[in-house]
């Protein structure tokens, strides 16, 4: 166990640390989620992955269909990105499936399909940072390894009474060093899954279940009463707004699509075509945006007619980390051929209702497919309602 020496209460609470923590897992701490009571990587790096940023009611069912479609690193590696994509879809944060398939083919071509066990060759992988890289290795292979995720740092801002924002350099160092000081020589996977537990469990951002937390008569932020002050929170800005105009272009029983650059918010998906105010503010329901939305409606359907009507439809907001993002939806039908429209290349196509289904789209663009979708069930068409 951590030996040390030191006699102030942190440094004696530092010294009953970990054994305490791994007393408390074994007893209240989770035990039954799908990715543990597995030494295997690829298991254990996949859920890791999912659950950056993510919570763990939401992963489980992504993580199941993903083992399904993708039972090892090597399927995962040789499948099409759109269709590793089209399975995230909805989960957020989209460059993590990018990572996600650029990692899996990296293990397999540089080295030889296994997940390397030094966590700092992990570390270099794509998508994987230190502290994924640590409980990976923790869990697959007993490294020696500390993590310093969201939770980590909330439980030992509170526990040990560390003041200032955990995003900054100087505040990570710092608890970078007491995470790894806390170490246990073993139980290196008992330990790594306590301190998870105890920051999703009993110490969450809201509530805190202080009389239930074994470091309860321990806790600087308890004893303090800044159970809720503790950590830090970021200074906050004014969110910034952006506002686009979407198209949903209709031409028979198909919608037109365009793959997002693999930059950028939803890099790599399909997305309805957009059109952004020129001064970032937005736009009055005027004759010049329906005759800038028409102009642009119309050039990208020029091969299936010309643009027959442009209704406008309810909008939505969705909320990102850094911004608020205005959607507006524009229904544009156009007078072109009714029968089946074929792909217009990588980065267009014509997608009808089964195309819809199958294809990664971001979630607010989901949301106005499935509001104005109705599957005939004679040829299987997308139909939009005019």
């Known amino acids: 166990m951590n030996d040390s020496s030191n006699d102030s209460p942190a440094g004696s609470l530092a010294g009953t640390f970990a054994e305490r923590l791994i007393a408390w897992q074994a007893e209240h701490g989770r035990h039954d989620l799908p990715w543990q009571n597995t030494r ?3 298991r254990i790096w996949l859920s890791e992955i999912m659950l950056q ?16 479609r993708f039972p090892d690193v090597a399927a995962l590696a040789s499948a099409p990105q759109d269709d590793v994509m089209a399975l995230w879809s909805g989960l957020g944060y989209y460059s993590r499936a990018r990572n996600l398939h650029r990692c899996a083919q990296v ?34 292979y007993d490294a020696h390894a500390a993590i310093l995720d969201g939770n980590v ?11 200032g924002f955990p995003g900054t350099p100087k505040i990570e160092r710092e608890m970078w060093a007491l995470a ?19 920051g999703a469990t009993l110490c969450g951002r809201g509530k805190p279940r202080c009389g239930e937390c074994p470091f309860d008569s321990d806790c600087v932020a308890h004893a303090t009463g800044r159970e809720r002050v503790l950590p830090t929170s970021k200074p906050r800005k004014a969110q910034p707004e952006r506002y686009v105009d979407v198209l949903v272009i209709r031409s028979g029983g198909r919608v037109l699509f365009e793959r997002r650059p693999d930059s950028g918010i939803w890099g790599g998906l399909w997305s309805l075509p957009e059109l952004t105010p020129p001064t970032g503010e937005r736009e009055a329901d005027d004759a010049s945006l329906r005759e800038r939305l028409t102009a642009h409606a119309a050039a990208l359907g020029a091969t299936q007619g ?18 608020r993002l205005h959607l ?14 074929q792909s217009t290349g990588s980065q267009r196509a014509w997608l009808d209702a089964a195309g819809v289904a199958a294809a990664g789209l971001p979630s607010p663009i989901r949301k106005i497919a499935d509001a104005l979708s109705i599957v005939s069930p004679g040829d299987g068409q997308l139909c939009l309602p005019a």
Do not use: C, N
């Not at 940023?53 to 399904?68: G, N």
């Not at 399909?113 to 992988?125: H, I, N």
């Not at 406008?312 to 850094?322: D, S």
């Open 53 to 68: 940023q993510t919570q763990v009611a939401t992963v489980i069912p992504y993580y199941t269909r993903f083992l399904e």
């Open 328 to 341: 507006r939806p524009w229904l544009v039908t156009l007078s072109g051929p009714s029968t089946t429209t």
């Open 107 to 140: 293990v397999v071509a540089e080295h030889g399909g296994r997940f390397p066990s030094d966590p700092e060759t992990l570390a270099t992988l794509p998508g994987i940072g230190r502290s994924t890289a640590a409980a990976i290795a923790a869990f697959a």
């Open 153 to 163: 740092k909330r439980v030992l801002a509170r526990v040990f009474g560390i003041e």
């Open 306 to 323: 010309a643009v027959q009507s442009l209704v406008p439809l309810h909008g939505l907001t969705h909320v990102f980390t850094h911004f």
């Open 40 to 42: 295997d990587a690829y």
């Open 180 to 198: 790894e000081s806390l170490l246990p020589r073993s139980d290196l996977p008992a330990y790594t899954q306590g301190m998870m537990d105890l």
